[in-house]
């Protein structure tokens, strides 16, 4: 009667188990469109035997069936693949798409659009083209007012893709910090998620596999933002680390500041958290002092630091506002058959020499802080290209001649021999240039000087830049056209004395646009004039994008295929799980149907035995 009974707990054993596989399968289907969802796997397992003895054999009798664990389908290797290939997908796209901002900014590159006036192109032919009119009759009030006002529209253009330029900055600054905060928020949910999975787990009943699915979910969208990495620990929580360093671990996290890089910007970056850094020191510039990032190093893949949005967006962005003073100038060594007096030709040397070392310091300053962020970069560039325009057409109009003084000094004064002047009764003088600083000195200083011939006289000193002074810079924020110019046309210095136009003055300044003045970075050989120098700016630029772009495509072919491996694991497939319930309900209907068999035996027992 006991074996009869016993026969009984095993249908209910197998009633039970089907019917927990078939309440799995429905909850597989449910959230086969759910996204992040691992299909459950019922594993099952036979209960404990018991033991049936003779005296010459010993025979085991089974108790039936139970389920020993709803596994989580996942492949950790792809996992771990799809999301270092994601992160360095959204590393490139970010990129990418600051490129694409930037190319806005400077109109369509196209010689042929002469109508479009937004295009910067077309604003610097028009300066050229005023140059040719004025050329054709520079005593003209007409083409000097023309000429002035096209360089006013030049100026503000020029402004306006600068001015685009920094508020791009400060909306990128914006995104870091919101992706700083969504790491720290993601890494609460997943500590959050840690506690619920051991809580559930802690009984060693059932498995928190929905909490899983939401922990990865979480863990995936934070690969994306920063390179992580995921130890999986025995208690079924997850330690999270972000470029080597600790975000999530033991029931605490450790959160991401965002704090300026320096006392002289606004721009900031992400540093680690603890609450023992409560005296957390600002860093200065130039020194890592634990910023998540190693700002003196580039990202590259080959050292597999290229990856995560939040490090593409401060590759966009930089660090400060740069100007044409970051990009430094080789300076020209001394030929010795130039001189005369060999003492002076080793004294050239010495100051060459001294130089030239500190332009090594200052190329690696820019192949490390301005050239491999595309703003910084690109803003240097353009302020590079409107200083020396600038500048150029000033010296042209104000051309200087230098002096040596009584003590041995030498300073620059106006030329006023070269000089032209204004026209027009009481304009009859020189050194008016067209481009001014806004905030700085004027161009030139009258001084009583004593030159080292021992002759006295009153010279306009010119007021030259010093680097350390920011408005003493001919920098496109401390731009501006000269107002008394755009007052006064007749002011601009291009006739001589006895009232005829100073034709040898405009045709100088029409040769500037041959001259070769810079080459597009340090690092190249080829020198360009104005018009392809930014030609050749702008083209570094969309080679810049064409390669993020060829990269973010390159990378969603890989992280296609590894989301097709994790699908083939982890996906829920229809097909399979309709099976599994056509097998799991005809497993339940048979144990109904045994359970009936046994308790009709058992019913005939009683009957027959009364």
Request: proline share 2%; glycine share 4%; hydrophobic share 35%.
């Amino acid at each position: 009667m006991a074996g009869t009974m016993g026969r009984l707990s095993i249908g209910v054993t197998a009633l039970q188990t089907n019917q927990y596989a078939l309440n799995a399968t429905a909850h597989n289907l449910t959230n086969t469109q759910t996204e992040g969802y691992s299909r459950q796997q019922v594993m099952l397992t036979d209960r404990s035997y018991y033991k049936i003895s003779t005296d010459y054999n010993v025979n085991k009798s089974g108790l039936g069936v139970i389920t020993s664990e709803i596994k989580q389908v996942r492949d950790t290797f792809a996992d771990n693949s799809y999301r270092a290939e994601t992160s360095r997908q959204s590393y490139y796209k970010a990129q990418y798409e600051a490129v694409a901002e930037i190319e806005n900014y400077f109109g369509k590159i196209d010689i042929l659009n002469q109508d479009d006036a937004n295009d910067f192109n077309t604003v610097l032919n028009s300066l050229w083209t005023s140059m040719e009119e004025l050329q054709k009759e520079s005593n003209s009030i007409v083409t000097r007012s023309s000429f002035i006002a096209t360089a006013q529209n030049f100026m503000e253009r020029a402004k306006e893709i600068r001015n685009s330029l920094i508020g791009y900055q400060r909306n990128l600054n914006v995104e870091i910090n919101d992706q700083i905060d969504k790491i720290n928020n993601l890494a609460k949910d997943i500590l959050d998620l840690n506690n619920n999975v051991l809580a559930t787990e802690a009984a060693k009943i059932e498995n928190a596999n929905d909490y899983r699915d939401a922990r990865n979910l979480a863990i995936d969208e934070l690969s994306k933002i920063v390179d992580t990495e995921i130890i999986n620990n025995i208690d079924g929580t997850v330690d999270v680390y972000i470029e080597g360093r600790c975000l999530v671990t033991m029931g605490r996290t450790y959160e991401l500041e965002s704090i300026k890089v320096s006392d002289n910007t606004s721009y900031q970056a992400a540093y680690p958290f603890t609450s023992e850094a409560t005296d957390f020191l600002m860093p200065v510039w130039k020194d890592d002092q634990g910023a998540l990032f190693n700002i003196d190093a580039v990202p590259t893949a080959n050292n597999d630091t290229d990856k995560g949005s939040l490090k593409g967006l401060m590759m966009s962005r930089g660090y400060f506002v740069s100007n044409y003073t970051d990009v430094p100038q080789k300076p020209a060594k001394p030929l010795q058959e130039n001189y005369t007096d060999d003492a002076v030709y080793q004294a050239d040397i010495t100051q060459y020499e001294a130089d030239y070392k500190q332009y090594i310091k200052d190329l690696n300053f820019f192949n490390t802080y301005v050239e491999p962020y595309t703003v910084t970069n690109l803003q240097a560039q353009f302020d590079v290209l409107i200083h020396a325009m600038t500048t150029s057409i000033n010296d042209v109009l104000c051309p200087n001649k230098e002096v040596t003084l009584s003590d041995g000094s030498v300073v620059k004064v106006l030329d006023e021999e070269a000089a032209g002047i204004g026209m027009g009764n009481g304009n009859e003088y020189a050194g008016t240039e067209l481009f001014k600083r806004i905030n700085g000195p004027e161009r030139y200083t009258e001084q009583t000087l004593t030159l080292d011939d021992g002759t006295t006289g009153t010279f306009k000193v010119y007021n030259e830049e010093d680097t350390d002074d920011y408005f003493s810079l001919y920098s496109l924020g401390n731009l501006e056209v000269n107002m008394k110019l755009a007052q006064e046309p007749s002011l601009l210095p291009l006739s001589r004395v006895a009232g005829e136009e100073a034709q040898d003055v405009v045709d100088r300044l029409l040769a500037l646009w041959d001259n070769k003045f810079a080459t597009v970075s340090p690092n190249s050989l080829v020198e360009c004039n104005f018009k392809d120098y930014f030609t050749g700016a702008i083209d570094e630029l969309s080679d810049r994008g064409y390669t993020y772009n060829s990269m973010v495509e390159t990378q969603q072919q890989t992280i296609n295929d590894l989301d097709n491996l994790r699908q083939t694991v982890a996906g829920v497939s229809s097909d399979e799980e309709l099976s599994n319930l056509i097998r799991f309900q005809h497993a339940y209907n048979a144990a109904s149907r045994y359970i009936t068999t046994v308790a009709e035996m058992i019913e005939h027992l009683i009957n027959a035995l009364g």
